[in-house]
């Protein structure tokens, strides 16, 4: 399923106009408002849903109370499961987000069963000193129980796969034995791992995952073109091809932890962003609202990220006009990796790289696709394996 994968990637507490900080108020089934979203995203080309934290949590979602609960401010498991089946209906798989690096310092786990977690001396150790993200034990062998409980869980009610927030920082044994747990049961499940530094293709090996997200490509992108700078990207393309001969990255141009690329390129330069994302090997992932041009910046303040989880309006109907040229981009892009299933797999070789240009050839299964970018004025050309696409 990973080869076929391309997912709309949704912040939910965002996207649905949850509270994130102060009182929550009443609980309120927010999840089924994204049942208007599922076929704009088939249209888009998507056959994924990849979601951020649905589970209780104190505010943003990543400090959680209980991974067996839905958050009240989506909802309950009902509104959850007609969700997932609403999904299937059209196609579309779902992947849950899963934090089990750390808890929130008000988790049950934390009183109740000081062995499970983290300590820095007398007090529970906070993930990159944040006191409210308390790491857990991964040594501990009800840790690893609990964790493959919580995934198949969930797993049973029809979710396709994980991802494995700040994987990076939990060792590779216990993703190795977890995983290996839960693939047991679910030997279809797919497991993406957040990974931001490091050699992609030996974290993935050690750790088991099926796939991890490529920061590498992204930061190259978006720094390429703000720099006029084709030879980073010809070595993040390079780098990028070695890593896919080892599995199939989770690519992106913008995600819930990001600046939008909108907000980082010229104007004329962000329809180039759907081409790279679709004609390089991977599994690509179109955080909600790129395809419409949104902008936001990330910045380091209480409420940095909620410029970039932004509220959806109702129904896709409400979208503004002037978010129709970039949504044809992305259309027309996704439309081409349909077209040519075979480049998530694909070897790519970079064959011409300037400061102001850059081209590189993908083949794979008998095909070639070649793809001229003038990063400068703004221009992609693709050729090759019946396509001829001038942007």
Known sequence: MLEHAVWWHVYPLGALGAPIRGEHGAPEPRLRRLEAWLDYAVELGCNGLLLNPVFASVAHGYETLDHYRIDPRLGDTEDFDALVAAAASRGLHVVLDGVFNHVAREHPLVAARPDMIRWQGDQPKGWEGHSDLVELNHDHPEVRAMVADIMAHWLRRGVAGWRLDVAYAVPADFWRDVLGRVRAEFPSAIFLGEVIHGDYAVIARDSTFDSVTQYELWKAIWSSLVDRNGWELAHAIERHAA????????????????????????????????????????????????????????????????????????????????????????????????????????????????????????????????????LVGGGVTIEGSGEHLVV
């Open 243 to 374: 890593f896919s001969a080892e599995f199939i990255p989770n690519t992106f141009t913008g995600n819930h932890d990001v600046s939008r690329m909108a907000s980082l390129v010229e104007p004329h330069q962000l329809p180039i962003t759907p081409y790279l994302l679709t004609t390089l090997p991977g599994a690509p992932s179109v955080y909600y609202g790129d395809e419409q041009g949104f902008t936001g910046l990330k910045t380091d303040r209480l409420g940095g990220d909620d410029d970039v989880r932004p509220p959806l309006p109702a129904s896709p109907a409400d979208l503004s006009a002037l978010g129709a040229g970039m949504l044809h981009h992305y259309q027309a892009a996704i439309a081409l990796r349909r077209r040519n299933p075979w480049l998530a797999t694909a070897d790519v070789e970079v064959t011409r790289r300037a400061n102001e240009a850059i081209s590189y050839r993908v083949t794979g299964s008998g095909n070639t696709l070649d793809v001229h970018i003038d």
